[in-house]
């Protein structure tokens, strides 16, 4: 049997916890210390070990529309997978096992999970499956996804996986600075997505929690291409330094426009949007430097436009903006954009427009589906809706308050 002896199915919980034990002691003692290439046929190996046969490692690609197999000894080659007609992608979008029955056995498609962010999908086949079988590859699959999540920052390999198009200088910079896509946590779950994927250049996110306190920024640099992509980068790494020193949400826009002025002169700016979120109370402010007004969801549909009082785009030198605030409520989102995705039109034709946005919104907001795959079925339909049409670089980020759990109350 490939990798070794499987373990015996007799012998009782202690003897499994045991097994499960070196077996994941072996992985990461091991995992660390392999080069990038090796860490395929390390986790073919340990898995053969349980039994496991047939074993893919499937990452998602740039433009969130294919699981893509990792290459390497031991490893299923195939086909990448659609995320949206495949049991892998089902495993993908849910976040969960998903078990189908064979004559040979069972597959098993498990999410590589890291943080709330969905690495992709590791898939086995077994002769049969039980609750132990279940425990152990989850804990395999939690440590697989850390270890590639870690080796990801240090090797080409992962991102040529994942690179299915041709993709733009300005946007291999634009992904080079962009935090995981996804972060969930108990009390706040948030997600982004840029377009196009592949030659994206001024539109850019960034976020952070900090203890109770999430910061969220969103710009877009005025123009295209490298440009673009430089303005866009200064005003990221302007907003985290001044984010780092704990200054507020006014100072942080005061210290992003003197940093896109004195950098690129008066005739360049980057429209933003900065909030913070206290996660212990719901409590939202933010700050808008030119940017649409977000969206607040509540009870399924978009119920408002968070309207409010805006300053010029940094580097403008505008006077020092208002802060804005609001109280959620558990389980509101706040859906921020740029222009670049309500102000595409066909040629000839109208804008695509904030109402279409809106109804959008309205329509998937009742498939009740968590924020990950909220964002991603958002833009895939937007971009469907909009003829596949993208002359401007398009931003959705979706954050999602769930309120102060009882656990997080008692640990204060």
Partial sequence: MAGGERRPRTGGPGRSEAFGEHLLGTLLDR????????????????????????????????GQLLLVPVPGEGLVAGEPQPIDDSDAGRAFLDGRRVEVGQADGVRVHLPLLDGGDHVGVMAVTLDSIDNDDRRLLRRITALVADMLVTKHG?????????????????????????????????????????????????????????????????????????????????????????????????????????????????????????????????????????????????????????????????????????????????????????????????????????????DWVDRLARTGTEVRTAVRSLSHTLMRERGGITTDDATLFLIEWRGATDAHQSSR
Wanted: glycine residues 10%; contains cysteine; charged residues 20%.
């Fill in 154 to 358: 240090y090797t080409d390999l992962f991102f040529r996986v994942r690179r299915r198009e041709p993709m733009s200088v300005a946007a291999e910079i634009q992904w080079s600075v962009l935090p995981p896509l996804a972060m969930s946590v108990p009390r706040v779950a948030v997600a982004g997505m840029l377009e196009p994927a592949y030659d994206v250049a001024g539109d850019s996110f960034d976020y952070a929690l900090n203890g109770d306190v999430l910061h969220v920024a969103v710009v877009d640099a005025m123009g295209h291409g490298l440009d673009a992509a430089t303005m866009a980068t200064v005003a990221i790494g302007a907003y985290r330094h001044a984010r780092r020193i704990s200054i507020g949400l006014s100072e942080i826009y005061a210290f992003m426009d003197r940093a896109i002025a004195g950098q690129f002169g008066p005739d360049h700016f980057v429209t933003a949007q900065m909030m913070r979120l206290n996660t212990a109370t719901g409590h939202l402010q933010w700050v808008n430097a030119g940017h649409p007004a977000p969206l607040l969801i509540r009870g399924q549909r978009a119920i408002r436009r968070l309207h409010s009082p805006t300053t010029l785009p940094v580097g403008f030198g505008g006077q020092e903006p208002r802060i804005s605030e609001l109280a959620l409520e558990p389980g509101d989102r706040v859906l921020c954009f740029t222009d670049g995705l309500i102000e595409e039109h066909e040629t000839g034709g109208e804008e695509f427009g904030e109402q279409q946005l809106i």
């Fill in 31 to 62: 995992g660390h210390e392999s080069p990038p290439h090796l860490l395929g046929p390390l986790i073919a190996e340990q898995v053969g070990r349980l039994g496991g046969r047939e074993i893919a490692i499937l990452l998602q690609d740039y």
